[in-house]
C-alpha cells in the first residue's frame, strides 16, 4: 500500500482456469489513497490540461492526491452494439436470451445460480438423475405433489432426467454440451471426471464452453474431499463466531448464506466468462468454494485480525465498532436504530429527549461511544422500552434517524414495498395451479427481468429436448429414456 506499506488482505473467491492453461492468478492491487488516482485519470483518460485540472482542484470540483497514482486506461469511444429490435414481452425481451445453460446442480446453492440465469433470459436446461430427480424434490411442505422448496429455486428451468452413469445418458449430456454455452454443476470434487465429463471432455465437444463447478472447498486444498453442507461451512468459515451473542451458544445465520452467495457468486463468474469469451474467444473453467466465498464475506472483520490480530466476537445485532446501533426492545416489539455518523447520534439523542448525552465525554465521539457501548445502551434500553414500535418509529423518522421495525418474513411479502416492486408475483404451474412466489429483484427499462417459465415437473421437457433440440430419432429418444428407467 503506499502509504501503510504491506499489507495481508483478503482475495477473491474466483478461480478460472482458460482453456486448459495454468490456473487463474490474481493481481492484488491496493485500496487507493482519495484522490490518488484523479490527476491520471483526468490527464490521460480524459485528455484535460495541467491548467484545467488545477483550476479544477482549486474550486474543489476535483481532489487530487500527492500520492501518485496511474491509470492504464485509455481514450476510447465507448462500443456500440448492433441495434437488434426485441420483443417487449417474453424470453426473447430478456438480456440473456439465446445463452444455453446446462445445470446439473442439485439443493441450493447451484439451482439458485441457475434460477438467476433463467430470469435474465437463458435458456437452462436442469439435468435430473432418474427417479427422485434434484432431492429437494422430496422437501416438504408439499403444494400437492410439488415441493414448495424445490419451486422456489426452479424457477424457468426445463427439466431432463438422463442417466449419467450409462453410456446412453452420458452421450447425450455431450451432445447437449456441444450445443450450449454453460455447465453448472455442484457434485462432489471427482465426480464429473469419473463420469467421463470433465471440463476436458466437455471441450472435446465444445472448445468454447464455460464450465462453473461449484463444491465446498474448492478443486485444491485439504479439505477439497471433505463433505460440506451450509452449517458446516458457516462454522468452517467463521461465520458462526460473530453471529448471535457473546458467552452464548454459536449461532448460524437464518439463511443459509454460503449457499445463497455461491448461487449468487456463480452467475456472477458464468457472467464474467461469457464475456471474456466475447472479447477472447476461449471458454473457462470455474472453480467455486463456498468456503472461498465466506471467507471472502468476513470483509473488514477478516482484514481487522490480518492487521491486529483481534479475532472478532458475536455482537447480536450490533455493531463492533459503532453505537447506539442495534435493535432495541420497545413495549410491544423491537426497533433498529442505526446511528452510524456523529450527525445521527446526535440527532438520536434530541429525539430520545436525551441532549446532554451529545456532550457527555464518555459518548461525544465515535471512539468513546465504542469503548463505553454498555454504559450507553443501559440508558437508552429503558427509555426505549416506555413507548410502542409505531410510536418510537414515528418519532426517530420525524427526528431524521435511520430506523426500522423488525418485521416478520409474512409482514415483508405482504408489505405495500413488495407489492409495488412486484417482488412477489403468481404464476401458473402446470400441476399445481396458481403459484405465489417470491421472484427477481433485477429490473430495467421500467420492467422486472423474470422468466415467464414456472419451475418444472421431473423429466417435463425430456422428450422434447431430445427429439426437438438434438434430432434424436425416435428409437434413440427410447433408449435414453429406458437406460434413466433401469438405474
Known amino acids: 500500500h503506499p502509504v501503510a506499506g504491506r499489507l495481508r488482505s483478503l482475495g477473491t473467491p474466483f478461480h478460472f482456469n482458460f482453456e486448459g492453461t495454468t490456473e487463474f492468478a490474481q493481481e492484488c492491487r491496493a485500496a487507493p489513497v482519495v484522490g490518488q488516482h484523479t490527476q491520471s485519470i483526468l490527464r490521460d483518460l480524459l485528455g484535460y490540461d495541467e491548467d484545467r485540472i488545477q483550476r479544477l482542484a482549486k474550486e474543489q470540483v476535483v481532489r487530487l492526491s500527492d500520492v501518485p497514482g496511474k491509470t492504464t486506461a485509455m481514450p476510447r469511444a465507448a462500443p456500440q452494439p448492433a441495434a437488434q429490435p426485441l420483443p417487449k414481452t417474453g424470453v426473447d425481451a430478456l438480456p440473456l436470451a439465446g445463452i444455453r445453460v446446462l445445470d446439473l446442480t442439485r439443493m441450493f446453492a447451484g439451482p439458485l445460480g441457475g434460477q438467476i440465469l433463467a430470469d435474465l433470459g437463458a435458456e437452462v436446461f436442469k439435468i435430473e438423475e432418474p427417479r427422485i430427480g434434484d432431492p429437494t424434490r422430496g422437501n416438504i411442505p408439499f403444494m400437492k405433489e410439488e415441493s414448495t422448496y424445490f419451486m422456489s429455486l426452479n424457477r424457468g428451468k426445463k427439466s431432463v432426467v438422463l442417466d449419467l452413469k450409462s453410456p446412453e445418458g452420458r452421450e447425450a449430456l455431450l451432445d447437449l454440451a456441444a ?35 461449484i463444491s ?21 468459515a467463521g461465520t458462526m463466531a460473530i453471529t448471535g451473542e457473546e458467552n452464548r451458544p454459536p449461532v448460524r445465520i437464518g439463511l443459509p448464506v454460503g449457499d445463497l452467495n455461491g448461487g449468487i457468486f456463480s452467475a456472477v463468474a458464468i457472467l464474467t466468462a461469457l464475456h471474456g469469451r466475447r472479447r477472447t474467444g476461449k471458454g473457462a473453467e470455474i472453480d467455486l468454494s463456498l468456503h472461498d466465498l465466506l471467507i471472502t464475506l468476513l470483509g473488514y472483520m477478516g482484514q481487522l485480525y490480518l492487521m491486529t490480530g483481534e479475532s472478532p466476537k458475536p455482537v447480536g445485532s450490533g455493531h463492533h465498532h459503532i453505537a447506539p446501533y442495534g435493535a432495541f426492545e420497545a413495549s410491544n416489539g423491537h426497533v433498529v436504530v442505526a446511528a452510524f455518523t456523529q450527525v445521527f447520534w446526535a440527532k438520536f439523542a434530541r429525539t430520545i429527549g436525551r441532549q446532554e448525552l451529545i456532550e457527555d465525554p464518555r459518548f461525544v465521539t465515535i471512539d468513546t461511544r465504542k469503548v463505553h457501548k454498555e454504559e450507553l445502551n443501559a440508558l437508552i434500553e429503558p427509555i426505549m422500552r416506555t413507548k410502542t414500535v409505531d410510536e418510537w418509529l414515528a418519532a426517530l423518522e420525524a427526528g431524521d434517524v435511520p430506523c426500522a421495525r423488525v418485521a416478520s418474513v409474512g409482514e415483508v411479502l405482504t408489505s405495500p414495498q413488495a407489492i409495488a416492486r412486484e417482488i412477489v408475483f403468481d404464476y401458473e404451474h402446470p400441476t399445481v395451479g396458481t403459484v405465489r412466489a417470491v421472484g427477481s429483484p433485477f429490473r430495467a427499462d421500467g420492467a422486472v427481468w423474470r422468466s415467464p417459465l414456472p419451475p418444472p415437473t421431473l423429466g417435463q421437457h425430456t422428450t422434447e429436448t431430445l427429439a426437438g433440440l438434438l434430432g434424436y430419432p425416435r428409437e434413440r429418444v427410447e433408449a435414453v429414456i429406458a437406460a434413466a428407467a433401469k438405474s
Open 216 to 236: 465446498g472447498f474448492g478443486k485444491t486444498g485439504p479439505l477439497k474431499d471433505k463433505i460440506s453442507f451450509d452449517l458446516v461451512n458457516q462454522a468452517m
Open 179 to 213: 450445443q450450449s454455452d454453460v455447465l453448472l454443476e455442484n457434485y462432489r470434487v471427482g465426480v464429473m471426471d469419473r463420469l467421463g465429463l470433465s471440463y476436458e471432455d466437455l471441450r472435446k465437444r465444445n472448445p468454447h464452453i464455460v464450465m462453473c463447478s
